[in-house]
């Protein structure tokens, strides 16, 4: 049993020793001309986006606040940015979702099916949506303690929501998919010191199908089907012990 889990402009000093950007393509200048001006607006955000993989994948602000990021001028650069509090905006708790889901594809269909995603459709923003879990600029990945925490808020002993185990369970599951995960990447370690190819090419077919229904258990975690995700986690478990069993102890070709 193991876990992995299966996401910009960057400050003037960074930007200046950063990669060539693409011809055709334009560097992002938000964070820029932010970190720039010490009395521009949420210092602690800018920082936290900053260390998040968005930041690192030069994922700029625009993307989730809009705005044009090709000028420094303060007023056109401004220019649609509407607040988290307005309906509108595409960070707001209504709309957030599919704002995260034009690039995080899989778990925003994931969540869709959910009934935390049915509570924001029906415009109660008291359920959790992706900042819940994944901070406000995803730069979180939720331990299985924090998980846990979070959700008792609501499925807990004082039952807000109903199912006051959901914590408990939650936490369970995140906990094995991290340790399938785990597994899963020691496999990866032991696959590239195997140097016969043709053992190597069937060590990397079976790593892929241990990987498949992991995959599938993360995105039943997302939509919140607890079964399905126990199911496909056990299936991940069962291959992976298997590949790992089968790195440490190859058989005759």
Not at 24 to 53: K, V, Y
Not at 171 to 189: F, G, H, P, T
Request: net charge negative; with cysteine.
């Amino acid at each position: 049993m193991h876990v992995r889990y299966t996401a910009a402009a960057l400050g003037l000093a960074l930007w200046i020793f950063a990669p060539a950007v693409p011809a055709g393509a334009q560097q992002s200048r938000c964070a820029d001309c932010h970190f720039a001006n010490p009395q521009a607006p949420a210092a602690d955000h800018l920082a936290e986006w900053d260390r998040s993989m968005h930041g690192r994948n030069n994922i700029g602000c625009e993307s989730c606040h809009r705005g044009n990021a090709s000028t420094f001028e303060s007023f056109l650069a401004h220019q649609g940015i509407l607040n988290s509090a307005n309906p509108s905006s595409p960070v707001a708790p209504g709309n957030l979702p599919r704002t995260c889901g034009t690039c995080h594809v899989g778990p925003f269909v994931a969540f869709q099916k959910s009934q935390h995603f049915a509570m924001i459709e029906a415009g109660n923003n008291d359920g959790p949506t992706c900042s819940t879990c994944h901070g406000a600029v995803g730069a979180e990945l939720p331990s299985p303690r924090a998980l846990f925490n979070q959700c008792a808020g609501c499925h807990g002993p004082d039952e807000v929501a109903p199912r006051a185990n959901r914590a408990a369970l939650g936490r369970e599951m995140l906990d094995s998919i991290r340790i399938v995960r785990a597994s899963l990447d020691e496999a990866r370690s032991l696959i590239g010191r195997i140097s016969d190819e043709g053992r190597r090419t069937q060590a990397d077919y079976d790593y892929e199908q241990a990987e498949v229904p992991l995959i599938e258990a993360a995105a039943a975690g997302h939509a919140f089907v607890f079964d399905n995700l126990s199911e496909r986690l056990d299936v991940a478990r069962q291959r992976v012990d298997a590949l790992l069993d089968g790195l440490a102890n190859p058989g005759p070709r």
